[in-house]
């Protein structure tokens, strides 16, 4: 009967840490279930990262991280991609072959200017003055001189400057015979011819083809013999030196 009584007498003072140790290893237990069971399900979710980071050995993947940042730095950056670089050669050839192209009109005609060749076989003697006034010693005044004074001998043969159509055939008490020819957008008014003209209104001329005799021009008569050819482009005179080739 007492050894019963000690017997329960220790087992009450032990039983309490015998419960404790009975569920710190019951929650040891636990936690190792969990833990093992998370595991599982990370690598079901990510087989082929878990195999690569076994394969290779890599604990950390910040570290595997760094490593590849190290890598891309040490590739060199290009100012421009090769297709960049082959549009901009493409744009240039383009642009250089634009530049070297002729001009051509709409029509596709290449442009062409109209010849030109002195009327009379001779020297310029007087120039155009434009708005500048010089003096007539024939008029005995200032005056503009509106055309140029090409000398020759009387009698010399007129000739188209330039090729064109007859307009007008007429005769000027200050410039005597004159015949005007038109060509594109010019007039050529050829002063100083004898009475009896080559060409009639209408014709039509071709350059170097006759159009008359030379004679005198009433108005500079004070000078040597001479054939005053004047030059319109519209209503207004221009320097026929400017046509002149």
Request: net charge negative.
């Amino acid at each position: 009967m007492d050894k019963k009584n000690k017997f329960s007498s220790m087992w009450k003072g032990k039983g309490f840490y015998i419960a404790l140790g009975v569920c710190v290893f019951a929650a040891v237990i636990s936690s190792a279930l969990a833990i093992n069971n998370m595991m599982g399900k990370l690598e079901a979710q990510n087989p082929a990262g878990s195999a690569a980071a076994s394969e290779s050995g890599v604990n950390d993947p910040w570290e595997q991280g760094e490593e590849v940042g190290k890598t891309e730095s040490k590739v060199p950056v290009l100012p421009g991609s090769s297709s960049q670089q082959q549009s901009a050669a493409s744009s240039g050839s383009a642009s250089g072959a634009a530049q070297e192209a002729p001009q051509e009109p709409a029509d596709g005609q290449p442009v062409q200017e109209g010849s030109f060749s002195l009327p009379v076989d001779g020297k310029v003697s007087a120039a155009y003055s434009g708005d500048e006034l010089v003096y007539n010693n024939t008029l005995a005044d200032w005056r503009t001189h509106n055309g140029i004074d090409i000398s020759a001998a009387a009698g010399a043969q007129v000739k188209a400057a330039m090729a064109g159509t007859v307009a007008r055939v007429t005769e000027d008490d200050m410039w005597g015979n004159v015949v005007e020819v038109v060509s594109g957008d010019l007039t050529l008014r050829y002063c100083g011819l004898a009475e009896d003209a080559a060409v009639k209104e209408g014709d039509t001329v071709s350059l170097g083809q006759q159009l008359g005799l030379l004679a005198e021009v009433p108005a500079e008569v004070a000078e040597e013999p001479h054939l005053h050819l004047e030059v319109l482009r519209g209503e207004a005179t221009i320097n026929p030196e400017e046509i002149m080739k």
